[in-house]
């Protein structure tokens, strides 16, 4: 395991050159077509007031990721660990995204703190990490695939309509494949990845099981893709976009997805590119309103993180690991 270690770390410097070309290249084209100054214009018009109101709803963004994370920590591990913890864990793995390539380094972040600061055992952290991620893509399937019909209506381009509806059917595909695997007990030493997955399947269970948990999970992914979607028309509204709430609720899964794409900085250039293909698509805001947009959810993303570096970097001590009752068995 060292051995591999060293070779990624000796290969990092190559992965971050390649990504961030990736990510040039994707900014080329997104702002080629648009006039620069009617960007700029868009964003002279933002306020501080509209800046500081979209932090605090970025908060409440990381406060439903928060609460998801627990419950699926409280299903993986005996013991409990604050929430208080978990969201500072949050707002810290964001903030790390911002200096890395690669999408996972915000969850890469989350796991060494947990394991080597809360003293968390690896196995199940590693279970709830990844499960995290899933149920929350579930999530953001559930309401795009609500969001479909409203396009229809908006006469989005059918083919970007069908396109969508393929993707969110394949996520939610995945979820009742896995579901239906958990239900499988025995392991099979030589189908590795079938008892992986249906280790997982018994795990993506634990989580659903009961319609108040289904609820509460339903209850996420609604304040995870609302409260985006909230911030996005906050910025529209303050930049003199006369377009309701309603327009942003349609695409804000799909722009929440782009973002969370495991090959860029915190979503930027893959979160500017889709809100362009999908708001400006429609022809209710322009391309550089739908870029603008996008780039102004993106300095709120960072802005709301720094508080989790400022907590980490400025602490004296792990003022958060007295905080916690430590986990010592995996409980599924």
Known sequence: MAIIHKNILKKLPIISLLFSLILFIILFFVYKNFNTKELIDSLDGVSLKTIIIAVVIMW?????NTLRFKYIISV???GSVSFFTLFHLN???VFAAHL????PAADLVRFGYAR???KLPTKP???AIIMDRFIAL????????CSLPIQWYLSVEPLLVYLQALLWGACFSSAVIVYVLGRQSSADPNRKLFTALTSFGMVFRAVLRGWSNVFLQMVCAIGYSGSFCLLMWVFANDMGIQTGIWFFLTFSSLVLLSQSLPIFYAGWGAREFTA??????????SVSEAASIGVCAGVALFLASLPGAVLHFHGKKNKFADHTETPTRDVV
């Open 138 to 145: 579930i999530g953001l399937a559930v309401t795009g695939i």
């Open 91 to 93: 707002l810290l793995g």
């Open 116 to 118: 080597w600061k809360l």
């Open 100 to 103: 890395a390539p690669v999408g």
């Open 76 to 78: 993986k591990l005996e």
């Open 125 to 127: 952290l590693v279970e």
């Open 276 to 285: 362009i293909t999908v708001m400006g698509s429609v022809g209710t805001v």
């Open 60 to 64: 409440f963004n990381f406060l439903i």
